[in-house]
C-alpha cells in the first residue's frame, strides 16, 4: 500500500476520500475533531500542488438528498480552517461535480456534497464508484472511521483509478495498532469493556491470542460471572450467550491468559436511581444491578495494569454517562494516562468517556475511528485497505 509521501501529487487531480462526518448543530459544525484529524493529508496534498477533491459522508441519509445532511457546514469550517475557499459541489458525481473539478487549480480544494445522497454508496455500486474515479487521476483513502465498510466510495473506487494510497490518519491509526497487536512491547494488556458481550465476542476471542492479561469490564462482565456461577442479582446478563461466555473463560485457561473479571460493582434499582449500594459480585441481592466497578476492583485492575507495557482499551467499565456510575471507567482512564506504556483507546463510547475524564491527550493513541478499531481487534482486514492494496498503481 502506497503512502502520500511516495506519490506524485502535483498537478493531479487527487480524489481524497475523508470522513468530515462532524456533529452539526443549528446548521453549523458543533466539533471539527474529525475536521481537524485530516487535516495532516489535505494541507500535504495541497502543499504538493495538488487539485484536491474531498469527499465524505454525513450522517445517514439514507440515498436520498435531505438538505440536513449537506456538508455545506463542513465546507465553511474547513474554508475557516485552511484560510482559504474550499466550494461545495452541489453532488459528488455527474456534471456538477465535474465542472467544479474543471475550475480547481493546484493548490485549490474542492468538497464534494454528502456521498450517502445516493443509494448506491451502501451498495457499493460499481456505476457510481466509476462516476467517481472519473473525477481524478490519484486517490488517496484518509477514512480509517469508514474502512470497515464495504462502500462505493471505500472500495468501489480504488478499482477503478490507476494509482491510489493511504493518507497520513489511515497510515497512523494501522501503524499505532500493529505496534500494539502485532509485536508489542510486553506484557500487552487489553480491556474490554461496553455494554453487550455479543457486539465483542469476535474480539475478545481474537485477541486471547496476542495479549497477556486480559481485563474484562462493563455490563458485559456480568454475563461472565454468571457463567462461572457467581450471583450477580438482577444486573443485565445475556443469558443467550452463558456458553460462549464459557467458552472464552476455557479458551482463555487454554492460553494460560489470565482473565480479571470485577470482584465488586456499584449497583442500584435501575440506571436512573441516586440511590447507589457497593456490593461483593456474589452478593448483589435480588431488585439491584451492577452499573459500575467498584472501588475493589478499580484496585484490583490498577495492580493488573501496574507493570504493562502495552495497553489496549476498548469499552467502558460502567454506565458512565451517569455520574453516579462513571468512577470505575475514570479511575481506569486515570490509571492509563499514568502508565509508562503505549496506551492505544478505540471505541466511540470509550473515546467520549476519556476524553470526558479529561485524559485523551495523555494516552498514546486514541483511535478516531470506533468500528473499524472493533474490526481490527476481530483479527479481521478492512476492506478498505485491502482495496488499497489490490490497486496496481
Ligand atoms: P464502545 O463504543 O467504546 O465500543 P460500547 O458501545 O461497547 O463501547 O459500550 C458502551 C456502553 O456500554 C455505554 O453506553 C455504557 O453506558 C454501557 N455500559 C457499560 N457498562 C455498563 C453497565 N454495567 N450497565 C449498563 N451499561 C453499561
Ligand atoms: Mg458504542
Known sequence: MKTLEEMDLKGKRVLLRVDLNCPIEGGVVADDTRIRAVLPSINYCLEQGARLILCS?????????????????????????LKKDVALA???????AEE????LGE???????????????????????????????????????????????VVGVPEYVAECGAGFLLKKELDYFKKAMGDPVRPLVAIMGGAKVSSK??????????????????????????????NVGDSLVEDELLDEAKGILQLAKEKGVPLYLPVDAV?????????????????????????????????????????????????????????????????????????????????????RAVHEAGDASQMSYMSTGGGAFLHLLEGKELPGVVALEKCGG
Request: some cysteine; hydrophobic content about 40%.
Open 267 to 351: 449497583c442500584a434499582e435501575s440506571m436512573e436511581a441516586q440511590d447507589t449500594f457497593i456490593r461483593p459480585y456474589g452478593e448483589i441481592p435480588k431488585g439491584l444491578k451492577a452499573f459500575d466497578i467498584g472501588p475493589a476492583s478499580v484496585t484490583l485492575f490498577r495492580e493488573v495494569l501496574q507493570d504493562a507495557r502495552t495497553v489496549v482499551w476498548n469499552g467502558p467499565l460502567g454506565a458512565f454517562e451517569k455520574r453516579q456510575f462513571s468512577r470505575g471507567t475514570f479511575a481506569i482512564s486515570s490509571t492509563l494516562a499514568s502508565l509508562h506504556a503505549l496506551t492505544i483507546v478505540g471505541g466511540g463510547d470509550t473515546d
Open 201 to 230: 465476542l469476535g474480539a475478545i476471542t481474537n485477541i486471547l491470542n496476542k495479549v497477556d492479561k486480559l481485563i474484562i469490564g462493563g455490563a458485559m462482565a456480568n454475563t461472565f460471572l454468571k457463567a462461572k456461577g457467581i
Open 107 to 153: 493548490g485549490d480544494c474542492l468538497l464534494l456534497e454528502n456521498v450517502r445522497f445516493h443509494p448506491g454508496e451502501t451498495k457499493n455500486d460499481p456505476e457510481l464508484a466509476k462516476a467517481l474515479a472519473r473525477l481524478c487521476d490519484v486517490f488517496v483513502n484518509d477514512a480509517f472511521a469508514a474502512c470497515h465498510r464495504a462502500h462505493a466510495s
Open 57 to 81: 459522508h454525513l450522517g445517514r441519509p439514507k440515498g436520498e438528498r435531505r438538505p440536513e445532511f449537506s456538508l455545506a457546514p463542513v465546507a465553511k469550517r474547513l474554508s475557516e480552517i
Open 90 to 96: 452541489d453532488d459528488c458525481i455527474g456534471q456538477t
Open 100 to 103: 467544479a473539478v474543471t475550475k
